[in-house]
């Protein structure tokens, strides 16, 4: 078996944005994507040793990688993200994907990209969020009000922040805010409606006059297959809203 995949194509592609929906970008934003087609050594076979695919995976990521910074035109320490993933044949299996990405192809990646500089800011905003609620510094309500400022404070560092995005935001959230109350009101209008009606005497004694006919489990399956079967007529916030 040979110690270098065997290579059949290689795919290139790059995509340039120059608007966000409406809003015109100041730069354009430029991604590549890179893709090699090779045969798959253990197609069809059962193989337990899968350290010929680790061992590739460093060939390939360093090659596709390389490429792809190519096509960019762009040094490696300008790449801001980066990506990784792998399909696999009819004759193949799950596990020969799972080999190709891990452990080994994630090292030459960063070696050739700069380490991506993107993924520290959602970093920073996971860490201000779910650490402040872990921490106990502040409720999931008030962690909100943190990950707002946290947006805030990195669209300052990049130099993004102006009065136009921030109206933008508002104006995005206000709506948003009022889709939600909207609904509320709705559901509340719903609720009031149906306990008027006896509905929820109707419920309860259906779930009585099973309890006794079936089990736990399945008075649960039960339950869980009238929420499912109301989902398709309603959101998740509406059913929440409403029981």
């Not at 015109?24 to 076979?45: D, E, M």
């Not at 061992?55 to 035109?73: D, I, P």
């Not at 609904?183 to 209008?189: E, F, H, P, R, T």
Request: aromatic share 10%.
């Amino acid at each position: 078996m040979s110690d270098t995949p065997q290579i059949r194509k290689i795919y290139s592609f790059v995509e340039e944005t120059h608007a966000d929906g409406k809003a015109p970008l100041t730069a354009p934003t430029r991604k590549a994507a890179v893709a090699v087609v090779f045969k798959n050594p253990f197609a069809g076979i059962y193989q337990e040793d899968l350290s010929l695919l680790y061992n590739w995976s460093e060939t390939l990521g360093t090659m596709l990688t390389q490429k792809a910074v190519a096509a960019l035109g762009i040094a490696p320490e300008a790449v801001h993200s980066y990506g990784k993933g792998a399909i696999v044949g009819a004759d193949g299996e799950l596990e020969h994907c799972a080999a190709m990405m891990h452990p080994a192809l994630g090292k030459p990646m960063r070696d050739n990209v700069g380490g991506g500089k993107a993924l520290i800011p959602p970093l920073f905003l996971i860490v201000a969020v779910l650490g402040s609620i872990f921490a106990g510094i502040a409720s999931p309500t008030e962690a909100a009000a943190v990950g707002s400022v946290g947006a805030v404070l990195l669209a300052i560092a990049n130099r993004k922040f102006s009065m136009a995005v921030l109206k933008e935001v508002m104006s995005s959230t206000t709506k948003l805010t009022c889709m939600v109350f909207i609904i509320l009101v709705g559901a509340q209008a719903f609720g009031l409606t149906f306990r008027e009606l006896d509905g929820d005497t109707l419920v309860r004694g259906f779930l009585f006059s099973i309890e006794h006919k079936f089990s736990t489990w399945m008075v649960l399956a039960i339950v869980m297959g009238v929420i499912f079967l109301v989902g398709f007529v309603l959101d998740f916030i509406e059913i929440t809203f409403i029981h």
